[in-house]
């Protein structure tokens, strides 16, 4: 097997760990969000997300549909489960794909930053009669990124 070959292997399977990681992290959120949502639906977002965190263009991971789409699965919950679904969004950020989670990589930046946003961030204190606690942590947590990557 010469070497360019080799290659395509091993980014083939670098696709479909990612995808299978996807589907498990994705599959575990949707069954308790939005109503209409499948994991293929969002798939493509995602890799648009993973792109901004591979090319270091850490404002518009942010700030991505993916992101947003996430953060939203869970229109009515309270502070902690919002809390705990950053957590859980930033560790698969953080084990995706194979050999990804050197120290200093772009995706365990973000998920490190995601998990210190989310110990900091208290929506309660901001939050308007009008807003639901999910616009409020969508809110903070997105004012709190964009500020530490800018």
């Given at each position: ?28 959120l ?46 009515n ?12 969004l ?61």
């Open positions: 097997m010469d070497l360019s070959k080799f290659k395509t292997l091993l980014v083939k399977e670098e696709e479909l760990t990612i995808r299978t990681q996807f589907n498990s992290f994705m599959g575990d949707i069954n308790g969000g939005k109503g209409g949502v499948t994991v293929d639906d969002l798939y493509d977002d995602f890799q648009i997300f993973v792109d901004g965190i591979d090319s270091s263009q850490m404002y518009e991971v942010v700030n991505s549909k993916f992101f947003h789409n996430i953060m939203t699965l869970k229109n919950a309270r502070e902690r489960e919002l809390r705990r679904l950053t957590y859980d930033s560790y698969f950020i953080e084990e995706l794909g194979h050999d990804r989670t050197y120290y200093d990589s772009p995706q365990v930046i973000v998920a490190r930053t995601l998990r210190e946003v989310a110990d900091i961030i208290e929506p309660r204190k901001s939050k308007t009669s009008k807003e639901s606690m999910n616009e409020a942590w969508r809110r903070e947590l997105i004012s709190e990124m964009e500020q530490r990557f800018k």
